[in-house]
T-cell receptor, first 113, second 114 residues
Framework: GDSVTQMEGPVTLSEEAFLTINCTYT??????LFWYVQYPGEGLQLLLK?????DKGSNKGFEATYRKETTSFHLEKGSVQVSDSAVYFC????????????FGQGTRLTINP | ETGVTQTPRHLVMGMTNKKSLKCEQH?????MYWYKQSAKKPLELMFV???????ENNSVPSRFSPECPNSSHLFLHLHTLQPEDSALYLC?????????????FGPGTRLTVL
């Protein structure tokens, strides 16, 4: 079945550091890929998405590129801020599967000033 | 109110109680979802409704009973729960249930079963 694997957290960085959170997937067909973020005490918010190979999603300085050849969708940001501290979830939605979102286990990110 | 709202935000109940979680979306969407978020586990999809019809029941025990009276409201009725059912229950909605449709999440209800 479809699955998403994220790098294990927690991840702790200093402000202005470069961020990468790895995400790889397995899917039956050609899924859409998403990154969601969950700030403390809140629900999940869509951060960015890509719907086909080589698409790049971007938002709030975060980027991720849909790499079909490596089945990856790694999240990157060039210079993180304290306000980026949150839990990040990679997810896929497979139109050839059950058309439901499948989530990774989440990666907790803490940014220190 | 905008987006997706959930009430209550926190709920403590005994194993013999009956309670209900409420979700309301103000986005004009056609699909609604219930998810369970437990510590150290990926989000688990529980139910999917599309145009008020249940289209997915992800092997959820019968002590969880969903209800979707209209496209804006979704309930999760709870009875005779177990302590392992303690979790954050998230509601979401999307325009339709297609693979590219973005899901918008509510803040969740933190449930504790004693």
């Amino acid at each position: 079945g479809d699955s998403v694997t994220q790098m294990e957290g927690p991840v702790t960085l200093s402000e202005e550091a470069f961020l990468t959170i790895n995400c790889t997937y397995t899917a039956t067909g050609y899924p859409s890929l998403f990154w969601y973020v969950q700030y403390p005490g809140e629900g999940l918010q869509l951060l960015l998405k890509a719907t086909k190979a080589d698409d790049k999603g971007s938002n709030k300085g975060f980027e991720a590129t849909y790499r079909k050849e490596t089945t990856s969708f790694h999240l990157e940001k060039g210079s993180v801020q304290v306000s980026d501290s949150a839990v990040y979830f990679c997810a896929l939605s497979d139109p050839w599967g059950a058309q439901k979102l499948v989530f990774g286990q989440g990666t907790r990110l803490t940014i220190n000033p | 109110e905008t987006g997706v709202t959930q009430t209550p935000r926190h709920l403590v109940m005994g194993m013999t109680n009956k309670k209900s979680l409420k979700c309301e979306q103000h986005l004009g969407h056609n699909a609604m979802y219930w998810y369970k978020q437990s510590a150290k586990k990926p989000l688990e999809l529980m139910f999917v409704y599309s145009l008020e019809e249940r289209v997915e029941n992800n092997s959820v025990p019968s002590r969880f009973s969903p209800e979707c009276p209209n496209s804006s409201h979704l309930f999760l009725h709870l009875h005779t729960l177990q302590p392992e059912d303690s979790a954050l229950y998230l509601c979401a909605s999307s325009q339709d249930k297609g693979a590219t449709d973005t899901q918008y999440f509510g803040p969740g209800t933190r449930l504790t079963v004693l």
